[in-house]
Nanobody
Framework: QVQLVESGGGLVQAGGSLRLSCAAS????????MGWFRQAPGKEREFVAA????????YYADSVKGRFTISRDNAKNTVYLQMSSLKPEDTAVYYC????????????????WGQGTQVTVSS
């Protein structure tokens, strides 16, 4: 059983920065793509970013490209999401997830999820 625990969310003013962390249990962390998703009230869960097992490939939603950076530390079984130049529309619950196989923007292709961490950006 894999457990994912997010942390680092909070309240920040527009233009500010936050770094989210996702700590994973299990011995095969480095074998899997990991992703970040977010869900705002009344909206569907949407893809934010993904990273390959060795960290060599990263993918971003157009809405966050150039502002967010995904990274991972396999020695610590942790994936990060550095968020900069935050906007009020970035307000959402942010989830990390483990991909079943490869890169995907569909939540259906991720089999383990964290509990989420709230990010609120004030204008």
């Amino acid at each position: 059983q894999v457990q994912l625990v997010e942390s680092g969310g909070g309240l920040v003013q527009a233009g500010g920065s936050l770094r989210l962390s996702c700590a994973a249990s299990g011995r095969t962390f480095s074998s899997y793509f990991m992703g970040w998703f977010r869900q705002a009230p009344g909206k569907e869960r949407e893809f934010v970013a993904a990273i390959s097992g060795n960290g060599g490939r990263t993918y971003y939603a157009d809405s966050v490209k150039g502002r967010f950076t995904i990274s991972r530390d396999n020695a610590k079984n942790t994936v990060y999401l550095q968020m900069s130049s935050l906007k009020p529309e970035d307000t959402a619950v942010y989830y990390c997830a483990r991909s079943r196989l490869y890169y995907s923007i569909s939540p259906n292709e991720y089999d383990y999820w964290g509990q989420g961490t709230q990010v609120t950006v004030s204008s």
